[in-house]
């Protein structure tokens, strides 16, 4: 089985920078994905850790421990239109035939002027 | 491209009707996946395909769901009979095989079983 812990909520102002943690508990694993969710919308993707350490792209980064079972969303200089929920996701091994993303409940990230 | 299209944006119908929700993958994804998302279980991975091949249906939660994949073009997820609790947003997604990478997702069928 697998399990994500990733805050409910988190809350900020413009021009901060927050970082949205997420642990992971699963049976075999491949890598860790972010994902981006407004409301009314579809999930889009954000980034992905394979390897141990940072991935920066524009204003948003990820990082993973792979030892420590635990990756991290940063977003720096916050605007209005990040508000939104950000899921982490970890790609797990089903079975030999393939892999399938298993989603966290997602993080609501509220940011005010 | 035109990205994953899914039909219909919206269904309202009445406990016990058939209800089928369709998607059609982007060229070349060879994975397709359907989740459902509500607010009490987040997403939820209820079947995915590879190459036209269902590889996992252990998140179907009953035998009132089943999906098709008849071709590399178009999948369909449908509930027989359903009901209340089917309420929720259906999700379809594709990837490239191997798509940790990133997914990318329909717009999604709101679905409401009164």
């Known amino acids: 089985g697998q399990s994500l812990e990733q805050p409910s909520e988190v809350t900020a102002v413009e021009g901060a920078i927050v970082q949205i943690n997420c642990t992971y508990q699963?049976?075999?694993?491949?890598?860790l994905s972010w994902y981006q969710q407004h409301d009314g919308g579809a999930p889009t993707f954000l980034s992905y850790?394979?390897?141990?350490g940072l991935e920066e792209t524009g204003r948003f980064s990820s990082f993973l421990s792979r030892s420590d079972s635990y990756g991290y969303l940063l977003l720096q200089e916050l605007q209005m239109k990040d508000s939104a929920s950000y899921f982490c996701?970890?790609?797990?091994?089903?079975?030999?035939?393939?892999?399938?993303?298993?989603f966290g409940k997602g993080t609501t990230l509220s940011v005010s002027s | 491209d035109a990205g994953v299209i899914q039909s219909p944006r919206h269904e309202v119908t009445e406990m016990g009707q058939e209800v089928t929700l369709r998607c059609k993958p982007i060229?070349?994804?060879?994975?397709l996946f359907w989740y459902r998302q509500t607010m009490m279980r987040g997403l939820e991975l209820l079947i995915y395909?590879?190459?036209?091949?269902?590889?996992?249906d252990s998140g179907m939660p009953e035998d009132r769901f089943s999906a098709k994949m008849p071709n590399a073009s178009f999948s369909t997820l449908k509930i027989q009979p359903s009901e209340p609790r089917d309420s929720a947003v259906y999700f379809c997604?594709?990837?490239?095989?191997?798509?940790?990478?990133?997914?990318?997702f329909g717009s999604g069928t709101r679905l409401t079983v009164v």
């Open positions: 395909f590879n190459n036209n091949v269902p590889i996992d």
């Open positions: 699963t049976s075999g694993f491949y890598g």
């Open positions: 996701a970890v790609r797990e091994l089903a079975n030999q035939a393939g892999t399938a993303l298993i």
């Open positions: 997604a594709s990837s490239t095989r191997g798509g940790g990478y990133g997914y990318t």
């Open positions: 060229s070349g994804h060879n994975s």
């Open positions: 850790n394979a390897l141990d």
